[in-house]
């Protein structure tokens, strides 16, 4: 119920619902047009999910706002916060994104780091079900080039193979199961992904160098996978 956008100078502006402070403007108002988020005028990327937002800027930094309940702001703490705030002082995040729990980013040396709600569903990929509030390597590969953060799965690319990990109820981590996956998991054994999505609707979509778009998990009660069915897809 909200939207972020960056213009041409690097501005970012918030607009929409305003609850639990997910626009970073301060407060918790509705805003029917767009407002600028702070005077900074060097983002790159914005990612935002029903509770925390998340960004990018130019000098390789990620600042993140919201309700904060299983750390998902990778702030160290559990605390809200109603303005952007830069996560730890690393400047050589090269992409980062937002899900409803989890957070993550890679850095320039190729290396993917998860934070945020673990328990139950594993999903920050640590092998465990623990809570992080702070950014966590995952595993020792300095090969990852995507990843994107659902509701509470994630999806990444390292060295051209699919992985994904976290909630699997409605098969949407393309394992062919629905058990939940505390670690990442290749899909399938392709190597030539190029890029991948995990909505917030319990699904995952990924693009090869062929070309071809690939969908699995919810397909209720839309058919959002785009399958031509509103069956779940594991």
């Known amino acids: 119920n909200h939207c972020f956008g960056i213009r041409t100078d690097g501005t970012l502006w918030a607009w929409g619902q305003g609850t639990a402070y997910r626009l970073g403007l301060g407060d918790t108002v509705d805003k029917v047009a767009p407002m ?24 390789g930094e990620i600042w993140t706002w919201g309700t904060n309940v299983e750390g998902e702001l990778g702030l160290g703490d559990t605390t809200t916060r109603s303005l952007p705030v830069q996560v730890g002082a690393l400047t050589t995040w090269v992409q980062a994104d937002m899900g409803s729990t989890v957070a993550g980013g890679i850095d320039s040396a190729g290396r993917l780091w998860n934070w945020g709600n673990g328990t139950t569903l594993g999903g920050t990929g640590h092998s465990n079900t623990t809570d992080y509030s702070s950014p966590v390597q ?50 399938g054994v392709a190597t030539n992904w190029t890029s ?25 009660p839309y058919g959002q996978h785009g399958q031509g069915t509103t069956a779940d897809i594991s």
């Open 36 to 59: 600028q988020v702070g005077v900074a005028t060097n983002w790159a990327t914005v990612s935002s999910s029903d509770t925390g937002s998340l960004a990018l800027n130019t000098s």
């Open 196 to 220: 991948c999505h995990m909505p917030q609707g319990n699904n995952l979509m990924a693009r090869n160098s062929s070309g071809e778009l690939w969908s699995s998990g919810s397909g209720l």
């Open 138 to 187: 995952v595993g020792t590969s300095t090969g990852w080039t995507m990843i994107s953060c659902g509701a509470n799965a994630i999806a990444g690319i390292d060295g051209g193979k699919l992985y994904t990990w976290g909630d699997n109820t409605y098969g949407q981590l393309g394992l062919g199961t629905t058990t939940n996956m505390s670690s990442p998991s290749q899909v």
